[in-house]
Structure formats: structure tokens, C-alpha cells
């Protein structure tokens, strides 16, 4: 490795006006954290619709709102969770931050595509919230979007509310376009003196492969889109049927609505990885430094998120066994469902051997990364019951499939994202998050989400059918009842508790303790810059040079339960710089 | 490839990942941006790929009705091929460091990539005008989108191309000018290979 980090001529002038630091940025860092509040603010947004649709669950009498409404706010809180807040999060604010960091780079190879990325992000989000103020108001859809329903008279938004959220979407695949090439130029090719790939953080890994995953799965929701919209507008039959609405032959014929299924899990399969591989990323890092051991099989670990990217694209369908598609075809699919369950599987042992006989520091960031693999557990194995065909079709639409995907999509990246940001927190601000009100946080989040989610299992088996208004019917027990009651109480309870967090997060911004640059005696790049917060351009005159991976905890004979990966391997170790795992 | 780490009394844990391999140095333009592009071709290829997987769906279903190719289609067939051949000519010009002939060769790139998007919208009028509208049948929708989304893209190209024009007539650094004229030629040529698959699968699967 006879290479000089002072190679690096890469200058990079600190702008000086407010705007051209703060608005009109190009720094990775300050995209990230716009990226970040944006998300977080959008998803507040979504968060309040649950609590507004819980209510109408859970008290039906209270005639809050009507079942226009009701669909409208579950369509909104659906597509707004799911891709503009975790998707947006996870690669535009993690990656944004972490990704040069992390591989020691002074930023993303294309500044400038990287804020043009951020500001097409805001733009979709800004006319996502316009089709609240469009006439009918947002579509009620479904997050799914199913034709012919989403354009036909009747849906709510079936004009104007389909029009911008599809609309609205394109420009959010743009942006993440923009974003996802950066992410992985990036990581391919601005990476520091000595970090090959195989010594990457395993964050970057699951960024990077999701970033991959991003660019081929969103063309197939853009091209979704598109038909979609020629569809309303234009009277082209790419999906829509001859059928008769409202008393009227349309004037659409033949199309197929199976073929938007399709395409729409063509991208909503592969989405789901897109947010679970940067969470699987965060959460092994969260882990291996909270439990001060090195991540166990390191190897298998980048291995399994890679092989997990590569099959999610071939299981979409397993969306759509109730879709009037050839069962046998759903069989294929049961079965590369199910195999994808063994690498994560192999994730899931991996921290739990990571934990063991760890010197393991119950800090806020572990608690969530802990609450994570549970929670993901759970979530995963009522996802073996719906990939299988025989058993799905009972289940399917009905509360077992929420329970399913909001403990395993929902609940479970959004732990990850709570212990991130009390892990990276003190990076980005200097200055650490209050520990106790984090842990009230952590209980009551982590315990009041199973309050919530474990009784829909329940009513789900009962036969409870989803995507209802209300349930004034006779086969629903009063004991449903009672449940859906309970369950909209602890779920506004919840909701009401992040409060703790966002005030947390404001105020430790002034008041919160000063963390120094590495407050948890972490060794990847981002705890080793010279300033903290990183200035401009992270690493000062020069770039760190990497000796190591990213896990070197509690080695025997070192000083510190610790070692930077900065820090060059003791000269008279053997085999210096060669492969040293031949066996 | 060990996927367990190795302990040893002495040494303790061993690092399973290998710090060998090459620093690539610090970022520099060229590679960053051909990778760059390269990445770029990704969510293209696979935002034509599905379009196409959607039309062999679309196809079997009982009304679908075969679109009567206008054969001007052909034609811009030929001054694509002329227009991605120009590219190759401007790359050689540059190599040899042929101001000139590069500014020749640039221009003619440009120009027969403005008649092919000319040819493609009289093979649309053409279509109109024997009633083949974008709604009048699935295959003619999906003509529409694929051919559409294709100049789009080719557009979105012609907007690289321009700058390149403006540089070459300014007559900018030699480095500079030959990077960008390669990045031009690579999408170029990738949008004509888009085009021939497309075209072959309106004429082979009609």
C-alpha cells in the first residue's frame, strides 16, 4: 500500500454567505440533515392521519371523520411513511451524512446533483401536500394505487388527487435517482487510502446495495406512473378495463389491471428491502460498538445484505396472491420468499452472536438496536405465514397483514431510526441527547407499539378485514371492539410521546451535554474527524488513511477497548498488509 | 473467503477484511463522472426493460390490435446509427487532437440527432393521420410511450450536446473536451441500442 495521503488535491472552498451555506448547499452534511427534517416533518404529518384514523377505529361514534376522509388519510399515511419519510430518511439523510464519512471522503462525488437531489425531494413532498388543497382532496386509493379504482368516479381524488400524488412520485424518483448515483459513485470510487470495500462500516454496505436497489426498482414505479396518468388523462386502456362506473360505460377497453400489480411490486417488493438493508446497516454498527465486539461474520453480513438486494427482485408477486393471478405461479414465489428468509436469518443470528458475551452498554442507541432485532423477529416469522400461498389467502385483507407489515416495515426500521439519531447525534450537533428522556422515550415507544400491533394479529385471525371504514357489522364480536378501542388509546398515546423526542432532539441542540468528537469510543472514520461537528470538506489538510476494519473492539493486548480504524497495525505483527485470513 | 473471524491466543481477533487493493487516489472528474454515467444507464436500461415486459404482457390480451409501423421509422433508424457514428468520429478527432474535424463531427452529431427527433414526429403525424392515435389501441399507446420516453431521453441528451458545442467552439482545454465528447458518444450509444431493441420488439412482436 505505498500510496501518500497527501495526494489529495482536492480543494474545497468553505461558501461564505448564509445562503450558499445553509439553503443552497452542496455540503453533504447540511443535505442530509435538510433531507432528515424534512422527512421527519412529512412524516408527522402522517403520523397525526394514523391518529385521526385510530380514532374513527377506535371510537366509530365520535363521526370525527367521514369514510372519504378515512380512505384519503390512509393512502396519504401509507405512501408518506413508506417512501417519503423512510425511504427519504434512510438514503437522503442517513446516506447523505454517513456514506463520505464513513469512507473518508470530503463529500459526495456530485455536490451539486446531490442538492439538486434535495430540492426535487422537497418539491415532490410540497405538491404531495398540495393534493390536500385540490378539489376532492387527496386520492383514497390505497398506498397501492390500484386501478381501476384510483380513477374512477367514486374513490375519493379520483381527479386531481390521483394526478398529483402520481406526479408527485415521478419527481420523488428523480430525486432519488439523483441521490442513488451519488451514494454509489461514491462509494466506489472517492473511498480513503486503504478503505477497500470488505473493511466498509457495514452501514455503507446497506446503504450502498439499497442505493443500487433504488435505481432498477423506481423506474418501475415511474413507468407505473406514467401509464397511470395517460390513463386518466389521455383515455389510454394500458390498464384500465372496459368497465362500467357510476352507470356509465367508460371509454376505456381491455386494459389490464393486473399489469400495474405488477409493475407496482415490481418496485414495492425491492422498496421494502430499500428501507430494511440501510436499517439491517445501522443497527449491526449500533450493535458492535454498544456491545464493544467486533460484528460477528463480517463477511456473511455483507454477503447476506447483497444476496437479500439480488432476491428481493424476484418475489413481488408474492403481493398478489389474491389478485386472480395463476396460483401456480404464486408458488414460485412462495418459494423465493421463503428463501430469502435465510440470509436474513443469517442477519438476525449474527447480532444476536454479536451481543453474546459482549460487554454490552445499555445506552439509548442499544436499547433501540436491541428492541430492533425483537421486534424484527416477531414481525419476520408472521411473514412466514403470509408467504405461503394456503395460508395467505385466509389471512389476506385482513388485520394480520397490518399487524405483519407495521411491525416488520414499520415498526422495525423506525426503532433503528430512533437509535441512529441518538447514536449519531452528538456528531452532528456535538453535543449529546439527554439519556433520560431518551429511555422514557425508548419504553414507552417499544412497549406501546406491541400494545398497539399485537392485538391486530388477533383481530386479523378473527377475520377482521381491513381497509374498513367501520365495523358496524355482525360477525365483528363486541371483544373487536373493545381491542380497536384499547388499541386507538395506546396508539394516540404513542404518538403523543414522541413529542419527548422532538423536544429531546431541540434541546439538546443548545443545552445537551458536549460529547466531544467520540463519545461512544467508536472506530469507524466519522468519529475520527478533526472537528465535530466535521467542517467543510470533513477531514482537514488531509485524508485519513485506513489500517483496519471497522470493528477492532475489546482486542487482546490493546491499550483501549478500542482502535480507531485510523491507527496502522503494530509493524511487527506477521503478514502485514497481506490477507490474513488464508484458511 | 473466511466468513468467521479468526481468533488467535496471542493476536486476539483477526481482521477478516483484507486492506489490499490499489488507492484509486483522490477523486478526480473523469472516472468519477464515466462512472457516473455508467450508473446512470442502470435505472435507464431498467425503465425500458420494464416497458417492454409490460408490452409482452399487455400484448396477449384479446383486444390488442397490431400497430402499422409508418416507415418513417426506418429513416430514423439510419440518421440515429449517422448521428451515435458522428460521436465515434468526434472521439477519433479529438484523440488526434483535430480541432476542426472535432467541431465538424460534433456538429453533424447534433444535427442528425435533431432529425432523427424530426423524422420520429413525422412518423407520429403520419400515425395520427391514419387514425392511429395514442388511444385508439393499447399497441398504439404503447407506441406513443415507448418512442416518446426514447426522444426524451435523446433530448435530455441533445442538452449534454449543447454544451459540448459550446465548448468545442470556444475551444476549451483538450482533456476536458475529449472526456465530455465520450461521455456524449457512451449515452448516445446507449440510446441507439435502446432504440434497436425497441424497434425490434414492435416489428417481432407486433
Not at chain 1, 27 to 49: C, E, F, R, W
Not at chain 1, 100 to 129: I, Q
Not at chain 1, 417 to 441: C, N, Q, S
Not at chain 1, 459 to 481: C, E, K, N, T, W
Request: glycine share 8%; net charge neutral; hydrophobic share 50%.
Amino acid at each position: 500500500m505505498a500510496y501518500s495521503a497527501s495526494a489529495d488535491s482536492h480543494a474545497h472552498h468553505e461558501p461564505q454567505s448564509f445562503v450558499r451555506k445553509y439553503i443552497w448547499s452542496q455540503d453533504h452534511k447540511v443535505i442530509a440533515i435538510q433531507y432528515a427534517v424534512t422527512a421527519i416533518g412529512v412524516g408527522l404529518v402522517a403520523l397525526v392521519l394514523s391518529g385521526l384514523m385510530r380514532i374513527q377505529l377506535g371510537f366509530p361514534d365520535s363521526g370525527l371523520i367521514d369514510a372519504e376522509a378515512y380512505y384519503q388519510f390512509m393512502t396519504m399515511h401509507g405512501m408518506i411513511m413508506v417512501v417519503y419519510l423512510l425511504t427519504a430518511l434512510f438514503l437522503g439523510g442517513f446516506g447523505n451524512y454517513l456514506i463520505p464519512l464513513m469512507v473518508g471522503a470530503r463529500d459526495m462525488v456530485f455536490p451539486y446533483l446531490n442538492m439538486l437531489s434535495y430540492w426535487f425531494y422537497l418539491l415532490s413532498v410540497l405538491v404531495l401536500m398540495a393534493s390536500f388543497f385540490v378539489p376532492d382532496g387527496p386520492t383514497g386509493a390505497g398506498w397501492t394505487l390500484y386501478p381501476p379504482q384510483a380513477i374512477t368516479g367514486g374513490t375519493p381524488g379520483a381527479d386531481w388527487g390521483i394526478l398529483t400524488m402520481l406526479v408527485s412520485l415521478a419527481i420523488f424518483i428523480v430525486a432519488a435517482t439523483m441521490g442513488g448515483l451519488n451514494y454509489v459513485v461514491t462509494v466506489l470510487q472517492a473511498r480513503a487510502p486503504g478503505m477497500t470495500l470488505m473493511r466498509m462500516p457495514l452501514t455503507v454496505w446497506g446503504i450502498f446495495v439499497a442505493a443500487i436497489m433504488a435505481l432498477l426498482a423506481f423506474p418501475a414505479l415511474f413507468v407505473a406512473a406514467v401509464m397511470m396518468i395517460l390513463d386518466s388523462t389521455l383515455g389510454t386502456s394500458f390498464f384500465m378495463p372496459a368497465i362500467i362506473a357510476m352507470g356509465q360505460q367508460m371509454d376505456h377497453e381491455g386494459g389490464s389491471p393486473l399489469l400495474f400489480q405488477h409493475l407496482f411490486w415490481f418496485f414495492g417488493h425491492p422498496e421494502v428491502y430499500i428501507v430494511a438493508l440501510p436499517a439491517f446497516g445501522l443497527v449491526s454498527d449500533l450493535i458492535s460498538t454498544h456491545a464493544r465486539k467486533n460484528i460477528f461474520g463480517y463477511h456473511m453480513m455483507v454477503w447476506a445484505i447483497v444476496i437479500i438486494g439480488f432476491l428481493s427482485f424476484f418475489v413481488w408477486a408474492h403481493h398478489m396472491y389474491v389478485s386472480g393471478m395463476n396460483l401456480s405461479f404464486g408458488y414460485f414465489f412462495a418459494i423465493s420468499t421463503l428463501i430469502i428468509a435465510v440470509p436474513t436469518a443469517i442477519k438476525v443470528y449474527n447480532w444476536v452472536l454479536t451481543l453474546w458475551k459482549g460487554d454490552i452498554h445499555f445506552t439509548v442507541p442499544m436499547l433501540f438496536a436491541i428492541g430492533f432485532i425483537v421486534t424484527f423477529i416477531v414481525g419476520g416469522l408472521t411473514g412466514l405465514f403470509l408467504g405461503n400461498v394456503v395460508v395467505d389467502i385466509p389471512l389476506a385483507d385482513t388485520y394480520f397483514v397490518v399487524a405483519h407489515f407495521h411491525m416488520v416495515m414499520g415498526v422495525a426500521p423506525i426503532l433503528v431510526v430512533f437509535g441512529a439519531i441518538y447514536h449519531w447525534y452528538p456528531k452532528v450537533t456535538g453535543r449529546m441527547m439527554d439519556e433520560r428522556l431518551g429511555h422514557i422515550h425508548f419504553w414507552i415507544t417499544f412497549l406501546g407499539t406491541y400494545a398497539i400491533y399485537f392485538p391486530m394479529h388477533y383481530l386479523g385471525v378473527l377475520g377482521m378485514p381491513r381497509r374498513y371504514y367501520d365495523y358496524d357489522y355482525d360477525f365483528i364480536p363486541q371483544s373487536a371492539h373493545d381491542l380497536n378501542t384499547f388499541i386507538t388509546v395506546v396508539a394516540l398515546a404513542v404518538g403523543v410521546a414522541q413529542v419527548l423526542f422532538l423536544w429531546n432532539m431541540a434541546w439538546s441542540a443548545v443545552r445537551g451535554r458536549s460529547s466531544g468528537g467520540n463519545p461512544w469510543n467508536a472506530t469507524s472514520l466519522e468519529w475520527q474527524t478533526p472537528e465535530t461537528p466535521p467542517g467543510h470538506g470533513n477531514w482537514g489538510p488531509e485524508l485519513p488513511e485506513v489500517h483496519r476494519w471497522a470493528y477492532d473492539y475489546n482486542v487482546p493486548g490493546a491499550p483501549q477497548d478500542f482502535i480507531p480504524q485510523t491507527e496502522p497495525r503494530p509493524t511487527s505483527a506477521p503478514g502485514h498488509g497481506h490477507r490474513e485470513d488464508a484458511t | 473467503m473466511s466468513f468467521w473471524v479468526r481468533r488467535e491466543p496471542e493476536r486476539g481477533s483477526l481482521e477478516p477484511s483484507s486492506g489490499i487493493g490499489h488507492w484509486q487516489g483522490p477523486v478526480s472528474r473523469g472516472p468519477a463522472l464515466r462512472r457516473g454515467l455508467y450508473t446512470f444507464l442502470l435505472p435507464l436500461a431498467s425503465l425500458f426493460g420494464l416497458v417492454i415486459m409490460a408490452y409482452i404482457m399487455r400484448r396477449h390480451m384479446p383486444d390488442w390490435q397490431p400497430v402499422a409501423l409508418p416507415w418513417q421509422v426506418w429513416l430514423s433508424t439510419l440518421l440515429l446509427l449517422a448521428s451515435s457514428l458522428a460521436f465515434e468520429q468526434a472521439r477519433k478527432a479529438a484523440r488526434l487532437a483535430h480541432l476542426p474535424a472535432l467541431r465538424r463531427a460534433v456538429l453533424a452529431a447534433g444535427a442528425l440527432a435533431l432529425a432523427f427527433l424530426g423524422s420520429q414526429i413525422w412518423a407520429w403525424a403520419d400515425l395520427q393521420q391514419q387514425g392511429g392515435y395514442l388511444e385508439a389501441n393499447p399497441s398504439y399507446s404503447f407506441f406513443y410511450l415507448m418512442t416518446g420516453l426514447h426522444a426524451l431521453h435523446l433530448l435530455g441528451g441533445l442538452v449534454a450536446w449543447s454544451r459540448l458545442r459550446m465548448a468545442s467552439r470556444l475551444g476549451a482545454d483538450r482533456a476536458a473536451l475529449q472526456l465530455s465528447i465520450q461521455l456524449c458518444a457512451i449515452y448516445w450509444h446507449f440510446l441507439l441500442t435502446v432504440w434497436l431493441v425497441l424497434l425490434g420488439v414492435l416489428v417481432i412482436m407486433a
